[in-house]
C-alpha cells in the first residue's frame, strides 16, 4: 500500500505542479537540504512545506486510495486539515486555506517570499 501511495503522490504532486492542493505554495518532494537552499529556508520551514498524500475523500469517510481520490498537500495543510475538530470536506477547506493565503495569514510571512509565492496551479 505504501508504494501505491507514494506513486499516487508523485503523480499528484507532478499534476499539480509541485503546488499544495490546498494553499498552492511550492512543495518539497526530494532532497530537504537542497530545497532549503534554494529557497533560503530553514529545516523546519522545509519540514512544513514537505509533499504529502491526501485523501479527498478520508479513509474514515469511505475514501479509497485510487489516483483519483489523493492529491499532494504540503505537511502543514495536511496536518491542520485533519486537528480540526468538525471535519471539513476539501473543496470547504481549499476555500478557507485560499482565503487565509489571500490575506496572507497562513503558515507563516516567509511563505510570501517571491520563489514560493502561492499561484494557482491548473
Known sequence: MTNKIARFRAQAFAKQQGHCYYCSVKMCLGDPV??????????????????TAEHVIAQQDGG???????VAACAHCNATRHRRRRAQSADQYRTRVQRAVAHKRWIGPWIFKP????????
Open 64 to 70: 479509497k486510495t485510487t489516483p483519483e481520490n489523493i
Open 115 to 122: 520563489l514560493l509565492q502561492p499561484t494557482h496551479p491548473s
Open 34 to 51: 537542497k530545497f532549503a537552499k534554494e529557497h533560503a529556508l530553514t529545516t523546519a520551514q522545509v519540514r512544513l512545506l514537505r509533499c
